[in-house]
């Protein structure tokens, strides 16, 4: 047999193992979903989508009875998913139902909240351990007390109230307060999220709950606070871990709040610390700061050949995200000259291209200035006589040929 049919046989083979062990590894995931005072047929399609991507889990969407129907015909196996994600806001269900999720999480099952189901089950005492505050259902000081950060100190409320409020949706800024948790590891102390509703005046036990990050519910909003509310949450109940999200609320589509690159990630984030403990996940390059938001129209990071394919076209009024993802690239392969110069190729077939923007040559010259090598420099030296390009690509030249 010829040798590179063994060599197509064996990569073949490499495929399938590697194939196989992302099943083996992928957690399986239950979203219970169906009734909810928000578009659930909406946000329950976009939460699988958001977890499936990363490869780490393996969702299906279980649809509870409508509202006013027999709730005792919803009765899942809980022991077979190592996560489970609640986007549910309705009817109670079964005591039997009830006892079985409480001992799931009692025995080490992982839990995600996400935005309105902190609403659920106000006098369920259990599952408001676990999600640690909530709001709406008539919760008010018998529920608990309100934990937000006033002036950067947190603190305890347990003065009388309403439990839950928001004000006009609108982009917020979220603060990390504990930055060496799994989760919120490595992220920015400050990013700005998409437009969304900022949940304030939750209330409930706050056990075992740690704040991960808060927003400031400003009045301006209408509905505001004025104080520093808590945004993402990690408790722990028995041997289970709940990551609690109030972000997310659902559009059509998606809408600019699960679009958002900040509620994607630490949305993975914290379903893969639900299940773990831990998190394996790199920030991606595209986690939003708080000089802009971020959406992903497709609700996953951008990959180097999208890059590639729509750098070309950047104008000097455009967004330099195909830049920066490539960047991020260069960056991970710092020290492998080989990849670099995979890179390095693809870069000069851009600037060779005739439809190429000049702003895209431009930027692409001064990322070969500092990366690039002999393979570079033919072309860079063609473009030293295009009146537009000669100062960027003189100074490619002399970086080079140092």
């Known amino acids: 047999m010829k040798k590179h049919y063994l060599l197509l046989i064996f990569a073949a083979g490499l495929l399938t193992f590697f194939s196989a062990c992302k099943n083996e590894t992928s957690y399986k995931t239950l979203i219970i979903t169906g009734q909810n005072n928000h578009n659930w047929k909406a946000s329950s399609p976009v939460l699988k989508q958001i977890l499936d991507e990363t490869g780490l889990f393996s969702s299906e969407i279980m649809i509870t009875p409508g509202k006013g129907e027999d709730m005792k015909t919803f009765n899942p196996d809980f022991t077979k998913y190592k996560l489970v994600v609640i986007d549910y806001n309705g009817d109670s269900w079964s005591e039997k139902t009830n006892s079985a999720f409480v001992e799931y999480v ?105 704040i991960l990050a808060t927003a400031f519910a400003d009045s301006a909003a209408g509905g505001g606070t004025m104080r520093d509310e808590p945004i993402l949450m990690a408790i722990t109940f028995g041997k289970g871990r709940i990551f609690h999200t109030t972000m997310g609320h659902a559009d059509e589509g998606g809408g600019p709040s699960m679009h958002c690159a900040g509620f994607i990630v630490t949305l993975q984030r914290g379903a893969e610390w639900a299940v773990t403990g831990d998190v394996t996940q790199k920030v991606p390059w595209d986690f939003p700061s708080a000089v802009g938001v971020v959406l992903r129209p497709d609700f996953k990071e951008m990959t180097l050949d999208e890059a590639f394919a729509y750098i070309g076209n950047y104008e000097i009024a455009k967004s330099t995200k195909h830049l920066s993802c490539i960047q991020s690239h260069i960056r991970d392969l710092a020290g492998n000259e080989a990849g670099l110069l995979e890179i390095e190729k693809r870069m000069v077939k851009v600037l060779r291209d005739k439809e190429t923007t000049v702003e895209a040559k431009k930027l692409l010259l001064r990322e070969l200035s500092r990366i690039g090598s002999d393979y570079s420099v033919p072309v860079i030296k063609e473009l030293v006589s295009d009146s537009e390009l000669k100062d960027e690509a003189e100074f490619a030249l002399t970086r080079l040929q140092k």
Do not use: C
């Open 106 to 210: 009692k025995n080490g099952g992982g839990v995600v909240l996400y935005h309105a189901a902190d609403n659920s089950f106000p006098s369920w005492k259990e599952y408001n351990e676990m999600s640690g505050l909530g709001g709406w259902g008539n919760r008010n000081q018998k529920d608990g007390p309100y934990v937000y950060y006033k002036n950067n100190i947190l603190v305890t409320d347990t003065s009388a109230g309403i439990g839950g409020s928001h004000g006009k949706r609108r982009e917020f800024l979220v603060r990390t307060r504990i930055t060496d948790h799994p989760i919120t590891r490595d992220l920015p102390v400050a990013w700005l999220h998409g437009t969304d509703e900022l949940y304030s005046q939750l209330r409930g036990p706050a056990k075992n709950m740690q």
